[in-house]
């Protein structure tokens, strides 16, 4: 079985402070990818990135990176210089190579004062 | 564009219904899911397809079906509304990469319902 935590329900900052996501996971699988989506008020969820269990690199896109550890199952996101426009639900996912199964987290909520 | 449709954002029924949750995507992705969204549950996989036809049951199937007739639509059946049925549904398609896993999900905007 694998396992995807959020421990963080809800999150609250002011604009222009940094802010991270936590994500944890659980696999027995050797192989698998990680994801983070956005599901801002309208309900839609967008994919942001997309990580195999091979590539341990860090990314960053703009305001955006993200650190994946393999160590300790983790995949975190952080938001640098926060804008009110981040504010959304933020779900990290786990999906696995056999039959494709995605398992989400329970998503944090994220609001972005001004 | 990918492009997801659900037929309706809002919806309410009444208990013992039969109800229809139309998903229709727009580029020819072979992977389709439906999920149900509820606080603090996040989203869980009720059912999923991987071609015309074909049907493979998610985490939380008991309640549902599913019909995939034609590529681009994945229609969820409720056979008989209950209460606790009353939560958020979204559709999702994918390509079918030929690598497992690696495929990037296309949401639609969700259908809410509310079973009385």
């Known amino acids: 079985a694998q396992k995807v935590t959020q421990a963080q329900t809800e999150i609250s900052v002011v604009e222009k402070e940094d802010v991270t996501l936590d994500c944890v996971y659980e696999t027995r699988d050797t192989t698998y990818y990680l994801f983070w989506y956005k599901q801002p008020p309208s309900g839609e969820l967008v994919f942001l990135i997309r990580?195999?269990?091979?590539?341990?690199q860090n990314e960053i896109s703009g305001r955006y990176s993200w650190n994946f550890q393999k160590s300790t199952s983790s995949f975190n996101f952080t938001i640098t210089a926060s804008q009110v426009v981040d504010s959304a639900v933020y779900f990290c996912a786990l999906t696995n190579t056999n039959a494709g199964k995605s398992t989400f987290g329970d998503g944090t909520t994220l609001t972005v004062k001004p | 564009d990918v492009k997801v449709t659900q037929s309706s954002r809002y919806l309410v029924k009444r208990t013992g219904e039969k109800v229809f949750l139309e998903c229709v995507q727009d580029?020819?992705?072979?992977?389709m899911f439906w999920y149900r969204q509820d606080p603090g549950l996040g989203l869980r996989l009720i059912y999923f397809?991987?071609?015309?036809?074909?049907?493979e049951k998610g985490d939380i199937p008991e309640g549902y079906s599913v019909s995939r007739e034609k590529k681009e639509r994945f229609s969820l059946i409720l056979e008989s509304a209950s209460t606790n049925q009353t939560s958020m549904y979204l559709c999702?398609?994918?390509?079918?990469?030929?690598?497992?896993?690696?495929?990037?999900?296309?949401f639609g905007p969700g259908t809410r319902l509310l079973v009385l």
């Open positions: 990580r195999n269990s091979f590539d341990e």
């Open positions: 999702a398609s994918s390509f079918n990469s030929g690598r497992v896993g690696q495929e990037t999900q296309y």
């Open positions: 580029m020819d992705h072979e992977n």
């Open positions: 397809s991987y071609d015309v036809k074909m049907k």
